[in-house]
Every structure is written in structure tokens, then in C-alpha cells.
């Protein structure tokens, strides 16, 4: 079992920046792969990137194309908690924005945090 606790949501203007955190649960966090996904009001789920095992320690990172040079996701294992740096933010990324971890080798990520609030204006 992963609980999962994101914060650093906010307001913020266009241009500007943010950085996510989520806090996990557990004494296993670096045998999970994160991901970080976002809803807007009225759209489905989407993914915003992820960090998947690779071997020997490491990940590597994806991210959707709409994100892509601009967020940043990161991990730091002794503290449990994966990141997500975001810069030049738009009207558009506004939308409230969950972290999920699942078992390294699952498909489907398992655990999901409460959500935290991300709101640009333009």
C-alpha cells in the first residue's frame, strides 16, 4: 500500500512557475513508478508525464507533448516524494493535478493522490 499526499498547487500568471510535490507513504518508494496526471473541469484525465524504472537505480522520464519543455519530473528517493517543476505555465495547464505510483513491471498505476489545484491566469 502507497498513501499519497501532493502539495504546491496554486495560482499563478502565465509565465510563471510552480513545483509540485507528493509526498509518499512506505519504506519501498524506489521499487514504484510515478506519474503525475491533471484534470481540467470537463475533460478526462490526462497523463503529464512519468518516471519508470529503467534498471540499476535509475528511471527514465516521459511526458506529453503539450508539456514537453516546460514541466520537469523528478524523484528523490530518501525523501519519498516525486516532483513536478513546472515553468512558462499557461492558461491552459490549469486544471487540478493528481500523483500515482504503480508496481514497477505493473501497467496500470494503482495508488492515487487527493489532487492539488494548479490555476493560471492569463
Known amino acids: 500500500q502507497v498513501q499519497l499526499v501532493e502539495s504546491g498547487g496554486g495560482l499563478v500568471q502565465a509565465g510563471g512557475s510552480l513545483r509540485l510535490s507528493c509526498a509518499a507513504s512506505g519504506r519501498t518508494f524506489a521499487s514504484y513508478d510515478m506519474g503525475w496526471f491533471r484534470q481540467a473541469p470537463g475533460k478526462e484525465r490526462e497523463f503529464v508525464g512519468g518516471?519508470?524504472?529503467?534498471?540499476?537505480?535509475?528511471?527514465?522520464?516521459r511526458y506529453a507533448d503539450s508539456v514537453k519543455g516546460r514541466f520537469t519530473i523528478s524523484r528523490d528517493n530518501a525523501k519519498n516524494t516525486v516532483y513536478l517543476q513546472m515553468n512558462s505555465l499557461k492558461p491552459e495547464d490549469t486544471a487540478v493535478y493528481y500523483c500515482?505510483?504503480?508496481?514497477?513491471?505493473?501497467?496500470?498505476?494503482?495508488?492515487w493522490g487527493q489532487g492539488t489545484q494548479v490555476t493560471v491566469s492569463s
Open positions: 500515482a505510483a504503480r508496481a514497477i513491471g505493473a501497467t496500470q498505476y494503482s495508488y
Open positions: 518516471l519508470t524504472w529503467s534498471g540499476g537505480g535509475t528511471y527514465y522520464t
